[in-house]
């Protein structure tokens, strides 16, 4: 199983700094199956991060929404400790 973190980063309709979740490898292979359908219909649903903690993500308020791997300079909500 991967220990690579990878980046769910959310661009909010209302503008403002981009929000940056850490999600394991798993919760970004579910995630990038169901992505385009969650941003195009609202959906809210729970990520799970990281570092095991959740997050509900209220996709109605998303204007576009992307995966990709977490960088080690980029802080994000979610992230493990890092070593």
């Known amino acids: 199983m991967s220990t690579e973190q990878h980046a769910l980063t ?3 309709v209302a503008g403002g700094s981009p929000i940056v979740l850490a999600v394991d490898h798993s919760t970004s292979e579910s995630l990038s199956g169901d992505l385009e359908s969650l941003v195009r219909d609202g959906d809210t649903t729970s990520i799970d991060l ?5 997050m509900v993500v209220d996709f109605s308020t998303v204007a576009t929404a992307h995966l990709s791997e977490l960088r080690h300079s980029v802080t994000a909500y979610g992230q493990r400790a890092r070593r």
């Open 10 to 12: 959310l661009h909010l």
């Open 50 to 54: 990281a570092d095991g903690g959740r």
